[in-house]
């Protein structure tokens, strides 16, 4: 079994900073890339960031200049630095990885629960 567990979430006002993190553990054989997702209440889930095992990374438009993506191979952990945050930051934030895992021959895509920020104005 493969667990995503992301942690540093919580309440930051308007032009604080975060950082995320989330940790993979488990039977993986190979993790591909690593991207961080979030759903703001009422709205649809959207990908904030990606990072590919070369360690190129993708960014959606409204957080470009203020999130950082990285990854620490060697501890199957990929991280968000957020700074300058906005109130329309707040949201569920979810972590992705496409993993191999020992028993099965394809990437799949494996979600943590989710660690929720909160920008206060």
């Known amino acids: 079994q493969v667990q995503l567990v992301e942690s540093g979430g919580g309440l930051v006002q308007a032009g604080g900073s975060l950082r995320l993190s989330c940790v993979a553990s488990?039977?993986?054989?190979?993790?591909?890339?690593m991207a961080w997702y979030r759903q703001a209440p009422g709205k649809e889930r959207e990908l904030v960031a990606r990072?590919?095992?070369?360690?190129?990374?993708s960014y959606a438009d409204s957080v470009k200049g203020r999130f950082t993506i990285s990854r620490d191979n060697t501890k199957n952990t990929v991280y968000l630095q957020m700074n300058s945050l906005k109130p329309e930051d707040t949201a569920v934030y979810y972590c992705?990885?496409?993993?191999?895992?020992?028993?099965?021959?394809?990437?799949?895509?494996?979600w943590g629960r989710g660690t929720l920020v909160t920008v206060s104005s």
């Open positions: 992705m990885t496409n993993m191999v895992v020992h028993g099965r021959a394809n990437v799949m895509d494996y």
């Open positions: 488990g039977s993986i054989f190979s993790i591909s890339a």
């Open positions: 990072i590919r095992n070369g360690g190129s990374t």
